[in-house]
């Protein structure tokens, strides 16, 4: 089955430096990649995904890139605020009805530093 | 659009109990799909229910039952509890096979 692999386990950066979160998975028929934001005491929000025919894709200060090739995928989070603090998941799954799984990886706890 | 709704947000049981959680998922979103969080295993797949019909299972025992409903509810049911399954139920709910969007969870505590 799908594994996915996250590193580091934790990240510290100044307010307004970049973050950049990096993940690892097995399964090459992996096909959708969606990155979540979790707060305390509360689920996982959907920040942003991509899928495997797209190499990159932005939404304002966040951003995700793809490579299917070396089968790693990243968040990159520019001009950090306190509020981007939290816990970041990883994940991947193939868009395939019956198989439509996520496989998360292990969270980064991201702290901000005001 | 009201987000996903579970229902209990908190609960306490003992050992050897069961439980049931309840899942509502966005309105239109036919999908529902339960995951287990926990410190120590992080997000674990559980099942996924498409129009009343578990159409995938994780490596969970048969302890861990669920089903969902014609109004695409769902809810999950957890048999002869044990100190480990002590954890953060999520219930995530999708218009299509992928994007998932989850709920609060429900916050399980076996003593």
């Known amino acids: 089955g799908e594994n996915v692999e996250q590193h580091p386990s934790t990240l510290s950066v100044q307010e307004g430096d970049s973050a950049v979160i990096k993940c690892t998975y097995s399964d090459s028929a992996s096909n959708y990649f969606p990155w979540y934001k979790q707060e305390l005491g509360k689920g996982p929000q959907l920040i942003i995904d991509?899928?495997?025919?797209?190499g990159e894709k932005k939404d304002q200060r966040i951003a995700v890139t793809l490579n299917k090739t070396a089968k790693h995928f990243s968040l990159h989070i520019t001009e950090t605020q306190p509020e981007d603090s939290a816990v970041y998941f990883c994940?991947?799954?193939?868009?395939?009805?019956?198989?439509?799984?996520?496989?998360f990886g292990k969270g980064i706890t991201l702290s901000v530093r005001p | 659009k009201a987000g996903v709704t579970q229902t209990p947000r908190y609960l306490i049981k003992t050992r050897g109990q069961q439980v049931t959680l309840s899942c509502s998922p966005i309105s239109g979103h036919r999908s529902v799909s339960w995951y287990q969080q926990t410190p120590g295993q992080g997000l674990q797949f559980l099942f996924e229910?498409?129009?009343?019909?578990?159409?995938n299972k994780g490596n969970f025992p048969g302890r861990f039952s669920g089903r969902q409903f014609s109004n695409s509810r769902s809810e999950m049911n957890v048999s002869t509890l044990e100190l480990g399954d002590s954890a953060l139920y999520l219930c995530?709910?999708?218009?299509?096979?992928?994007?998932?969007?989850f709920g609060p969870g429900t916050r399980l505590t076996v003593l």
């Open positions: 995530a709910s999708s218009p299509v096979t992928d994007t998932q969007y």
């Open positions: 229910y498409f129009s009343e019909t578990q159409r």
């Open positions: 994940a991947a799954s193939t868009s395939a009805g019956a198989n439509s799984k996520l496989t």
């Open positions: 991509i899928r495997s025919n797209v």
